[in-house]
């Protein structure tokens, strides 16, 4: 989520301001990719190798290590270490898969694993100098400077190979794993060449293949963490055990912003196993053996909290207060022409209101994480999506340098942007109730499912008003769209990066960046007071901004008289990825064709993260009024396909998510209390609501872009604008469900 | 003490007979393969074999399994067991993982009842069990898949 607001010049910035004092630890030797990320979609990443005499021996394990990515072991396996957390999106498959295309590995032989938390080596290079997974970025980053990696391994074997069997390297092939040498019929495994390859020095330069040459990027290779996430055995941070660990929970404030008065925890440490209960910033923490003491014991726990100082509005009062806002200019994020004007002298106006409520991410593991304190160091265990931050702010805490916090990241059980908070709040608070107990025992601390969704870090509510006009042919003169809603950014430490002018870009982008050809157009924006805690939520500000860009643009082509995918089509014209994927969908879907009675088709399509995405729904209304998504075709361009099949997942997933959150969810307050606690008031999407999927990957010799986001914009406007030809209903505000429109 | 009969081996334990039999597989035994995703019987991340039926462990007390086999993803074995872990693998079922345990277990309970099972079976029989990364297509897919294999 964070990728494309950065650029290389700020991100520095970025990393003075936010982690002020915590982090830089002085580049190591091993440092030698260096990169330079450009504004915009591509990353140029020169590649320098410090110290030419530089020996390509491991640190400690037998094998050789050539860089920081990868490790030959004596029985050839490959261990490519994974700078960006796997929660699902397949960081594993994609990483693994652009070192062994370089290296000409088996696909078999690779062994992905997490990264340790060290931003000299493992920074994500759209972030600049800081570690962290978001915006879609791992593998676009990645793309280089993983294939450099894998390639410098390859020829350091190859190298070893020529040295030992006193053969010219140029007549070396590496296939498959296996290093040959056809003149003299030799030939090695990786293994055992790893040895004398730990005692070369490592190529000042490597050349990449030409990707017409590739084997595996762009072919369907397996996931390697699959056979171990079915038969139970993957480990994720709330199965870290360790001798003498305490199992916490944290009580929190009823309503966000009160604070603690006090408590009695006489009862509450009556529980059986119950062993301490302690005041932490977050709250009050209980802790014990096992998780159902510890919870028992919050359940008995006493507390009075003051709530004078919290948020003790409702949902309905905030959005009416938007409403009101809207009336007003807001600061301006996008403007061209005069927009006003242009609509004062349109043949038709449309004005149409959009109404989005908070939304949680609800990832199937809620939050947790392990801290073990030393005396001058920490262990944290956990889902870090951002260690930089959750280091420097572990760091923090402690009152230690960030180099002695020591974070191992674990695989998790999805995040959708909730593990990634500029507050690190996950690891401060298991940090906090660490600190509270003086280090005496290793704690995990655990978020119920009730924590989780009660907790906050939602997505924002917006408002979002549309104003278009016409001219007498029916052609798009004048658009004007005005936001009202919370800040992601505002309060953090990010904010001065990316808050220009008074714009959080997360609260516009897709709506500023609307690609359709129109002379006249604003975009203003007015940021609300609220003190609910919010956080990017899969495609973060395109999950609103293209529905309502979307869905108007159905209206404004029917108002038009046109098709929709037509009228899209005439305003692509300088935006020819847009019109690839919104073509192709509507050809693959059959767009135009009759259906039969009762179903009917919605399209729409958006850029998100640089990734370029259709979708073509069809819907199905039964006699009773019941929707069901009975299919979506889904095109996306998303440059060069490292690993299609995680992209065709990536499009099902995010067509999915969006989905459910579309039809169903909504977090709203009630005097400031959250009205929802579980999966039976914020509804998932369940199997029987799942449409058929097909995906279509635009071929493409453009810089892989990312895919885990961008399959969820188009998904909600698309169903709509289906819903709105079945049934003359225009969805204006979320969830569907407020309209008596129930899935089935 | 609660006696609990649990892949193949009888253990007794020291626990309150009211605790969430979830709980115990986890923390009392390590056996972490069975995941907490709700606490109610809402999202099937937690499900196990009760006498070959699946069941949600984290609203079943420990006392009341007394004197029923109980099967965790550790120890699901069988046919059935054997066709659907290789159709996940097959078509990369699995995204985040998380909920993965219990959706086996499900679809292990299904097909061992219903070796040929409709799309309307497979809802009927999986729609309690909650995935967030929605790989929803492929977890049908795969039943299918499995079913065939059985079928060879």
């Known amino acids: 989520m964070l990728a494309k607001y950065f650029d290389s010049e700020n991100s520095r910035d970025l990393q003075s301001a936010a982690i002020a004092t915590t982090v830089a630890p002085a580049p190591t030797r091993r440092q030698f990719l260096v990169a330079s990320a450009a504004a915009g979609a591509g990353l140029v990443i020169g590649f320098k190798f410090t110290g030419g005499n530089k020996m390509a021996a491991a640190a400690q394990a037998d094998g050789f290590a050539p860089n920081a990515f990868v490790r030959v072991a004596p029985d050839s396996t490959v261990t490519v270490m994974i700078k960006h957390i796997e929660f699902g999106q397949g960081t594993f498959t994609g990483l693994s898969a652009l070192v062994a295309e370089e290296l000409d590995a088996d696909w078999g032989q690779m062994h992905p694993e997490h990264a340790p938390a060290d931003a000299s080596l493992y920074n994500n290079l759209a972030f600049g100098q800081m570690q962290g997974t978001g915006g879609s970025s791992s593998i676009a980053n990645s793309y280089q400077q993983l294939r450099q990696a894998g390639a410098a391994a390859r020829a350091l074997l190859v190298q070893a190979a020529a040295e030992t069997w006193g053969v010219p390297a140029e007549g070396i092939t590496v296939k498959k794993g296996v290093v040959a040498h056809t003149g003299s019929g030799k030939s090695a495994t990786f293994g055992e060449l790893a040895d004398k390859a730990a005692t070369l020095p490592v190529p000042a330069e490597v050349t990449l293949k030409d990707p017409k040459d590739f084997t595996i990027i762009g072919t369907v290779v397996p996931r390697p963490d699959s056979p171990a996430k079915a038969r139970g055995q993957a480990m994720y941070t709330i199965d870290k055990t360790l001798p003498g660990m305490l199992t916490a929970v944290i009580a929190r404030p009823p309503v966000f912003g009160a604070t603690l008065v006090t408590f009695d925890a006489t009862a509450a440490k009556a529980v059986k196993g119950v062993t301490d209960v302690v005041e932490v910033p977050e709250g009050v923490a209980v802790l014990g053996h096992g998780f159902w003491a510890a919870k028992s014991g919050r359940d008995a726990l006493e507390i009075q909290w003051d709530e004078s100082t919290g948020e003790t509005r409702g949902s309905d009062q905030m959005m009416a207060e938007y409403k009101k806002l809207a009336d007003k200019p807001g600061d301006v994020a996008r403007q061209d022409g005069d927009a006003e004007a242009a609509l004062a002298g349109a043949a038709k106006v449309l004005e149409a209101d959009y109404e989005f409520p908070f939304l949680a991410h609800a990832p199937m593991e809620p939050l947790d994480c392990v801290v073990q304190l030393g005396d001058d160091t920490c262990d944290i265990w956990a889902g870090s999506q951002i260690q930089t931050i959750d280091q420097a702010a572990a760091a923090a805490i402690l009152g230690l340098e960030p180099q002695q916090v020591r974070i191992h990241t674990q695989l998790a059980g999805g995040s959708f942007g909730r593990r990634a908070t500029p507050q690190a709040d996950m690891v401060s608070a298991a940090v906090s109730v660490a600190q509270a107990i003086d280090g005496r025992a290793p704690v995990r601390l655990l978020w119920t499912r009730e924590d989780d969704i009660q907790g906050g870090y939602y997505r924002p509510m917006y408002f979002h008003r549309l104003r278009a006009g016409l001219d007498a042919d029916g052609k798009l003169v004048a658009w004007q769209h005005r936001i009202v809603g919370q800040s992601i950014m505002r309060g953090t430490s990010f904010a001065d990066f990316m808050i220009k002018n008074g714009i959080d870009q997360t609260s516009v982008e897709g709506a500023n960046t609307l690609p359709y050809q129109i002379d006249n157009v604003t975009v203003d924006l007015h940021t609300t007071d609220v003190q609910v805690p919010v956080l990017w939520w899969r495609s973060v500000g395109s999950t609103h901004t293209a529905y309502s860009t979307e869905v108007f643009i159905d209206e404004l082509a029917e108002a038009a008289g046109k098709d929709p995918v037509e009228f899209r089509l005439e305003m692509l014209a300088n935006h020819p990825r847009h019109a690839g994927v919104l073509k192709l969908a509507a050809e693959k879907a059959g767009w135009g064709e009759a259906l039969p009675k009762g179903r009917a088709r919605g399209i729409a399509v958006h850029e998100s993260f640089n990734t370029f995405v259709a979708e073509v729904a069809e819907i199905s209304v039964a006699g009773d009024g019941t929707i069901k998504v009975e299919k979506v075709v889904c095109a996306v361009d998303c440059g060069v396909a490292v690993t299609p099949d995680q992209v065709k997942a990536q499009m099902e997933g995010g067509i999915g998510y969006g989905l459910g959150a579309v039809l169903h969810d909504a977090i709203t307050l009630k005097d400031g209390r959250v009205e929802q606690a579980n999966f039976d008031t914020y509804v998932p999407l369940r199997i029987n609501e799942m449409p058929e999927v097909e995906v279509y990957v635009v071929p493409s010799s453009e810089a892989p872009t990312g895919v885990g986001e961008p399959g969820v914009p188009p998904i909600g406007p698309a169903v709509a604008n289906a819903v709105y030809k079945a049934t003359g209903q225009r969805i204006r505000a979320l969830p569907f469900a407020l309209h008596g429109l129930s899935a089935a | ?152």
């Not at chain 2, 309150?16 to 115990?24: G, I, N, R």
């Not at chain 2, 972490?32 to 709700?38: A, V, Y």
């Not at chain 2, 799309?119 to 297509?137: E, F, H, L, P």
Request: glycine residues 8%; contains cysteine; aromatic residues 4%.
């Open chain 2, 1 to 152: 003490m609660v006696k609990l009969q649990i892949n193949g081996e009888e253990r007794e334990l020291d626990v309150a007979a009211d605790t969430p039999l979830l709980w115990v597989i986890r923390d009392e035994l390590g056996l972490t393969g069975t995941k907490f995703g709700c606490g109610m019987s809402l999202c099937g991340a937690c499900t196990v074999h009760i006498d070959g039926v699946a069941t949600r462990s984290c609203v079943t007390q420990v006392g009341d399994v007394e004197g029923s086999a109980v099967t965790t993803i550790e120890a699901v074995s069988g046919k059935a067991a054997q066709a659907v872990q290789t159709a996940w693998d097959k078509l990369d079922v699995v995204q985040c993982g998380y909920c993965q345990s219990g959706q086996v277990m499900s679809a292990v309970a299904l097909l061992s009842e219903n070796p040929k099972p409709s799309d309307q079976d497979i809802d009927d029989a999986m729609s309690g069990n909650v995935c967030r990364c929605a790989t929803y297509v492929r977890i049908r897919a795969a039943i299918h898949e499995a079913a065939k294999l059985m079928e060879a």
